[in-house]
Structure formats: structure tokens, C-alpha cells
């Protein structure tokens, strides 16, 4: 196999180891009332969300007249004027704020706690999937926080002009999921300031999910890559590696003083899929809202994806598109099988966190304190 090939080959394979969603949750919708948004702590929304054209929408029972301030810093600190209001019910679209730059909108009730929201997606040209993993409710009413924890693909590839941007996330520790073949062939370019954390999940791995790329051809092209996933997203779960790369990294973001972390693999969707569906569950978001952001990297990967089937296909021995899409996407049921992997070997999610990624009850309460924003209601 020429170099080239070779190349090629190892973009789409660790690719394969790794529907728009809007930043909002959809769990628990009952209206509260206005005694309930008045509690101390409570925010009231049941849904809000921003589009990449500054669209704010949001839905908050009993909470009277919403003002919304935009601001650069996660916590829109600056709330003398603000750009827009309405009903308990509403919607606004933003214009006008300076270009280049991530904005944070704080919704502010008449009564209840505000709410912090931005677009979920980066939209960086070089790093697709590239997101933020907050802006979901949890199903007793609270909301994972924005601007602590983002998820997204190979960092090896980014532009100088977005490497300026991911700067602007103010990153403290980037993780690195991926093999030492992965790193050593596409190493991460990492933003000045961030700690560079190595976490190889798939370590422990004697077949394709550990790098093995002739074993991974052979699967693909025989139109098995749906089963080579699945099989991988039970091994997330199984591997001795698996569980201390997850283990490290919760840990890690859950640690006093933590500061915005992203953890990434190739394509953002498998290996860093994974990490966000254990880290959204344990915080209490909904499993369908999980199986949802989980989906999501097949809109944010849709371009780079018909980019490398159009490459591909112009191989002297092209592999077929039908074989080639389930190993560049993913499907419900590859996370399933990570979750009935789960319930096989522990019974529940519970002690798969506390026993399969030894996370005791001070380390998930540091985790639901850091990253959860108002009370239980």
C-alpha cells in the first residue's frame, strides 16, 4: 500500500472509531408554577435555545417577562442593557454583535433564577464537531452549564484562525482519547495555556478499535462496519483502559478549581460520543435527549463525511458507499450496545459509574456541583 493510501486509509478508520440539535432539553415539560419559579434556585424554564443566526427561543411557565443580556464571558456578567425581551413563552432574534466571537445569552425572569445559553455548535471550519456539551435540563429541572465542557473531532487538522478561536474558550486541559498510532500520526494542536492530557481508551484493544488498520479494511469492505462499531462501543465499556481513560476524565472535570475542558478523539462521535453520554447521564438528562446529542455528529460530520466518500471513491479499488457510511457515522444502536453492555456487567448506570469507573459519592457530587446550574425541583 503507497503512503498516500496508507494516509488515507487511517483518516477513515480511526474516523470509524470514534439531525441539528437544538440547546435545549425536552425532558419533564410540565408547566410550573409561579409558586415553583419563585422557589429559591429554580429556573423556570423547561425549554431555551439559540440558533446560528442568533434566533433565542425559550419557554419558561410562570415566570413572567424574560429579559435577555448577551455577553463574551459564560456568565454575561454585564446586564445593564439588555438585547431583547418577552413573554414567559418567547422568542427574539439577535443582531448586530460583534462577529468572531462565541456569545452567551442570559434569559432573566420576573421570577426564578436565569438562565445562561449560547449555540451549542462552534461552527469552525477545520474542527466540524466541535460543540459545547451543556445546554440541556435535566428531568428534576436543573440545566447543564455552558462554556465547562466541549466535545469534538481531531484537533491535528486545525486552522491558525481557529486555533485563535478555540483559544477564546478559555481551555485549561484538553484530553486526548485516541491510540498512540492516532497521536503519533495526527498529533493535537492544542491551544496556548491548555494542559494536554492523554487518555487512551482503546489501549488495551487487540483489534480494530486499537488501531489495527488492516483488520479495520477487511471489515469495512466486506460491509461490516455497523458490527466493528458496535462491537467497539461494548469495549468503551468492557476495556480495563476504557474505564481509566473515563475514570481520569470525569474526575478530572469534576476537580476542584477545574477550569473548560474538551476531550476529543478522531471524528468526536465514538470514543468522545461515549464520554458525553456517561457524563449527560449522570448529571440526570434524559436518555432521549443523551441518544439525541449522541445523533447530532452526523449533521455536524455530514460535509467532512461526503468529502472523504468522494475521495475514497476515486481509489483504484473504491470500497462502497453503503459500506462505507456506517463506519463514518453513528447509529442508536451502537451507543445501545454500550448501555446493555452497561446493564450486563453491573445491572444498572449507577454502579457501572461507581464500580466500572470507580467514581465515589464526593466525586459525583463534585461533578453535579461544577456543572449543574439551579436546584431540583
Not at 105 to 114: E, K, S, T, Y
Not at 125 to 138: A, F, H, I, M, S
Not at 168 to 179: I, K
Request: aromatic share 6%; hydrophobic share 40%; glycine share 10%.
Amino acid at each position: 500500500m503507497r503512503n498516500d493510501d496508507h494516509r488515507m486509509w487511517r483518516a477513515v478508520l480511526t474516523a470509524s472509531l470514534v439531525l441539528a440539535l437544538p440547546a435545549c432539553a425536552t425532558a419533564d415539560q410540565r408547566p410550573i408554577a409561579g409558586a415553583v419559579a419563585e422557589q429559591p434556585g429554580v429556573i423556570p424554564f423547561t425549554s431555551a435555545n439559540v440558533s446560528a443566526d442568533g434566533t433565542i427561543n425559550w419557554s419558561a411557565p410562570g415566570a413572567g417577562r424574560v429579559r435577555v443580556y448577551a455577553g463574551t464571558d459564560a456568565a454575561v456578567s454585564d446586564r445593564t442593557t439588555p438585547v431583547g425581551q418577552g413573554d414567559a413563552t418567547g422568542s427574539i432574534r439577535v443582531s448586530g454583535l460583534a462577529p468572531g466571537k462565541r456569545w452567551f445569552f442570559a434569559l432573566v425572569p420576573d421570577r426564578g433564577a436565569p438562565l445562561v445559553i449560547a449555540d451549542r455548535g462552534l461552527h469552525l471550519k477545520t474542527v466540524p464537531n466541535l460543540r459545547d456539551v451543556g445546554g440541556y435540563r435535566t428531568t428534576d429541572g436543573r440545566w447543564v452549564k455552558m462554556g465547562l465542557i466541549y466535545r469534538s473531532d481531531q484537533l491535528d487538522r486545525l486552522s491558525d484562525s481557529d486555533l485563535g478561536s478555540m483559544g477564546d474558550l478559555g481551555l485549561v486541559l484538553v484530553a486526548d482519547l485516541r491510540t498512540a498510532s492516532e497521536r503519533s500520526h495526527e498529533p493535537d494542536r492544542v491551544p496556548a495555556g491548555a494542559e494536554h492530557l492523554v487518555l487512551d481508551v482503546a489501549a488495551d484493544s487487540k483489534g480494530s478499535l486499537g488501531g489495527d488498520m488492516r483488520q479495520a479494511i477487511a471489515a469495512i469492505a466486506a460491509g461490516k462496519g455497523a458490527e466493528m462499531l458496535t462491537e467497539a462501543n461494548r469495549d468503551f465499556v468492557s476495556l480495563n483502559s476504557a474505564r481509566s481513560a473515563y475514570h481520569t476524565l470525569l474526575s478530572r472535570i469534576g476537580a476542584e478549581g477545574a477550569g473548560p475542558t474538551l476531550y476529543h478523539c478522531t471524528s468526536g462521535k465514538d470514543r468522545t460520543g461515549w464520554a458525553s453520554a456517561v457524563i449527560l447521564t449522570l448529571l440526570g438528562v434524559p436518555r432521549e435527549t443523551v441518544m439525541a446529542d449522541y445523533l447530532a455528529s452526523n449533521d455536524y460530520l455530514r460535509a467532512k463525511n461526503e468529502a472523504t466518500i468522494a475521495m475514497l471513491g476515486r481509489l483504484p479499488t473504491p470500497i462502497a458507499r453503503e459500506n462505507l457510511e456506517p463506519a463514518l457515522t453513528v447509529r442508536a444502536a451502537y451507543i445501545e450496545a454500550a448501555f446493555a453492555e452497561v446493564d450486563k456487567r453491573y445491572g444498572s448506570f449507577d454502579r457501572y459509574v461507581r464500580e466500572g469507573l470507580g467514581l465515589d459519592d464526593a466525586a459525583i457530587d463534585r461533578l453535579r456541583t461544577t456543572l449543574l446550574a439551579g436546584v431540583p425541583q
